[in-house]
């Protein structure tokens, strides 16, 4: 569990002292309108107990600048009770807290920043 801490901690980390260029380069001189994203959260699919199976894709269009609208594609399942914590609560997991089968959940978002 601790090795687990540690190492969501690294990666946040080391993606924190990134400088995000992607978009905004002000080199670039082909201004670059549409973009596809997605997120760090996917991450947590690497989990071997219980994986969230979770997708989501991110497809965007700048406006201006700095005004940017996108539309989010988001999947993911539940196989385990919601308010139980795996992290600070110990009845996460015991057989008292099965949950029967699981549950997938699909999103859509539209976004403007």
């Known amino acids: 569990m601790q090795k687990k801490i540690l190492f969501i901690g690294f990666v946040l980390m080391m993606t924190s002292t990134l400088q995000p260029k992607a978009q905004y380069a002000k080199t670039d001189s082909t201004y670059k309108r549409c973009f596809v994203g997605s997120t760090?959260?996917?991450l947590g699919n690497l989990d071997k107990v219980n994986p969230p199976g979770f997708a989501q894709l991110?497809?965007?269009y700048r406006i201006t600048r700095?005004?940017?609208i996108s539309l989010e594609l988001i999947t993911w399942k539940h196989s385990w009770p919601l308010g139980i914590n795996?992290?600070?609560n110990k009845a996460y997991g015991t057989p008292?807290?099965?949950f029967p089968g699981n549950i997938r959940e699909y999103g859509i978002g539209l976004a403007y920043q």
């Open 86 to 88: 795996p992290f600070y």
């Open 66 to 68: 700095k005004d940017v």
């Open 40 to 42: 760090l959260f996917l």
């Open 96 to 98: 008292e807290e099965k």
């Open 58 to 60: 991110n497809v965007g």
